[in-house]
């Protein structure tokens, strides 16, 4: 079956560093998402792994690892308006489908 | 303006009414999907559309349709809604042969309440 797996809540200080897993399982696996997204708002593009290995954009980079099924979310020098749900998604099958995890919701404190 | 667009934003109908919401987009993207979001479930696929003349059902199909009319329009209706389709909906697209991704991008979303 497929599944993706992410934790439901994260709490972080501004200015601190967290990371956000990913774990999933799913047939046919091409590529791996991430997206951001505010409360009531559509979710935005943030960044996408197809490789093994880290993908680092400014404040924001993203690892995978094909063999372990396993992708991690990284933010460096957190903001308020970091405060978001991030959701994890899987790529997979011929069509390129995307499989959603529950999103992790991160709240930053000051 | 915003590529993908999403009308009405916010709908409150009753239990048996047939509802239609809209999506257009100005990307010139190919690819249209439909998804619902519900609370600690995350997205969720109804419909998904690689052109005008082809529709495929996502992983939640049941109680939904779809049209594709252009390839700037994807329009989901629900025939007869009931309660347990409230949700928040959005529309997205892509275009697989901009870069090696085909990521999605979303419009802002209809949130739907039947009661």
């Known amino acids: 079956g497929q599944n993706i797996d992410q934790p439901t809540e994260m709490t972080a200080t501004e200015g601190a560093i967290v990371q956000i897993n990913c774990t999933y399982q799913?047939?046919?696996?091409?590529?791996l998402f991430w997206y951001q997204q505010h409360a009531g708002e559509a979710p935005t593009f943030l960044s996408y792994?197809?490789?093994?290995g880290l993908e680092e954009k400014g404040r924001f980079s993203s690892f995978l690892s094909r063999s372990k099924g396993y992708s991690y979310l990284l933010l460096k020098e957190l903001q308020m308006k970091d405060s978001a749900s991030y959701l994890c998604?899987?790529?997979?099958?011929?069509?390129?489908?995307?499989?959603f995890g529950t999103g992790t919701r991160l709240q930053v404190f000051p | 303006d915003a590529d993908v667009t999403q009308t009405p934003r916010n709908r409150i109908t009753k239990t048996g009414k047939r509802i239609m919401l809209e999506c257009s987009q100005t990307?010139?993207?190919?690819?249209m999907y439909w998804y619902r979001q519900d609370p600690g479930l995350g997205l969720r696929l109804i419909y998904y559309?690689?052109?005008?003349?082809?529709?495929n059902k996502g992983e939640i199909s049941d109680g939904y349709s779809v049209s594709r009319q252009a390839q700037a329009k994807f329009s989901l209706s629900l025939e007869s809604a009931i309660p347990n389709q409230t949700a928040l909906y959005f529309c997205?697209?892509?275009?697989?042969?901009?870069?090696?991704?085909?990521?999605?991008?979303f419009g802002p979303g209809t949130r739907l309440t039947v009661l």
């Open positions: 997205a697209t892509s275009d697989p042969l901009s870069g090696s991704t085909d990521t999605q991008y």
């Open positions: 799913t047939s046919g696996f091409n590529g």
């Open positions: 792994n197809v490789l093994d």
């Open positions: 998604a899987a790529q997979a099958g011929r069509t390129d489908k995307l499989i």
């Open positions: 990307k010139g993207h190919d690819r």
């Open positions: 559309s690689f052109d005008v003349k082809d529709i």
